[in-house]
């Protein structure tokens, strides 16, 4: 196990030889003394082998917050690479979207190739410029860092389009349309996109010059202590992606003592903003394969949404489960989801 250690907000063990309390798939190891064992050795998951090598994107790796080391990766098309195109005098300018990885807070990055992949195909297929951010993970940093790392990444897109001299992004200055700012994630990020909605909407994230023009989550990873049908039916069956292993990442993400109720987990929790309060608040495509654990949590959020007034579209993927963009992206299904992401970002266009 290919691993680093570190101390991790968790309760001090006893005078005996720490031991592991947690062990989440390999990857993560929690100690009893709070230390925590992370390899980045993903090979005992479903990985992609080899990838397509002539999409026509171009890439790079950005820091948007040197105070964490964390970085982004920008992906720009090269077939429509709007600072090489003219239109009538103007450059062509592309939506941008910025997304974040799965992993339930607490695995992942997007240099894992089936989240670079995805990212490839996004850019190339929309088209778009597409960001895909890491933040910080969890039990080393529970939430609401990864939340506070995804408010950082807006501001920088922020800084970006006002122009900045100092946070000049050269990609972004010539090809990004700041008008045209959709937020997605899959899983962990999903729920990453309905916070940056919320604070936005409740006037806490400013972004402006730039506009939030629609977020899109795929399977957001929400929770709560009750559990609902599916996810009840998914601890019977013991399946790989599901009840089990997600509550234990709550375990490992949410804040020492937490429940599954913590705003930052349920969005209707008894601690959580009303969406009545977000003045303002985002179109919202949400995905929604209906064999996964959190359908019913997914189908709640969006009647949820609708009684508030907010605009949400819901799109079911039959028979499909939790991920299925992650683990096979040039499947089927995978490139009926970019159909259905490319008609919202670009409006049927």
């Not at 013991?238 to 987990?265: I, Y």
């Not at 179109?283 to 997914?298: A, E, K, N, T």
Request: charged share 20%.
């Amino acid at each position: 196990m290919s691993s680093s250690s570190s101390p991790a907000s968790a309760a001090p063990g006893s005078e005996q030889p720490p031991h592991v309390v947690e062990d989440c798939l390999g990857l993560v190891q929690l100690l009893s003394d709070g230390t925590v064992r992370r390899s980045t050795d993903y090979s005992s998951l479903p990985l992609l082998g080899d990838m397509p090598s002539d999409l026509p994107v171009q890439w790079k790796d950005v820091v948007y917050d040197a105070t964490h080391a964390l970085r982004l990766r920008v992906y720009r098309p090269t077939s429509c690479a709007a600072a090489d195109e003219e239109e009538e005098g103007k450059k062509k300018k592309l939506p941008v979207l910025v997304y974040f990885h799965g992993g339930g807070f607490c695995i992942a990055s997007y240099e894992v190739p089936n989240f670079h992949a995805g990212a490839l195909r996004l850019a190339a297929e929309l088209p778009a410029l597409v960001l895909s951010a890491d933040y910080r993970l969890a039990p080393e940093h529970r939430l609401p860092a990864a939340h506070d790392d995804a408010e950082s990444v807006l501001s920088w897109l922020r800084a970006q389009a006002s122009g900045a001299a100092a946070a000049n992004e050269p990609w972004l200055a010539a090809s990004a349309d700041f008008d045209q700012v959709f937020v997605c994630g899959d899983s962990a990020g999903g729920n990453i996109a309905h916070h940056v909605a919320m604070q936005h909407g409740l006037g806490r994230l400013a972004l402006a010059p730039a506009r939030l023009a629609g977020c899109v989550m795929l399977w957001p990873y929400f929770a709560g202590e009750e559990r609902t049908s599916s996810e009840a039916a998914s601890r019977d069956a013991g399946d790989f992606m599901g009840t089990v292993l997600f509550e234990q990442m709550w375990r490992l993400a949410l804040p020492v003592g937490a429940t599954r109720d913590h705003p930052a987990a349920n969005p209707f929790g008894p601690g959580s903003v009303s969406l009545d309060e977000a003045a303002t608040f985002p179109p919202v495509l949400v995905v929604d394969p209906d064999r996964d654990v959190l359908h019913d949590r997914v189908v709640d959020y969006v009647a949820r949404l609708n009684a508030a007034g907010k605009p949400v579209e819901l799109v079911v993927f039959a028979g499909h489960g939790h991920g299925f963009f992650v683990f096979q992206p040039w499947g089927e299904a995978s490139d009926e989801l970019i159909r259905v992401i490319r008609r919202f970002v670009h409006g049927g266009s």
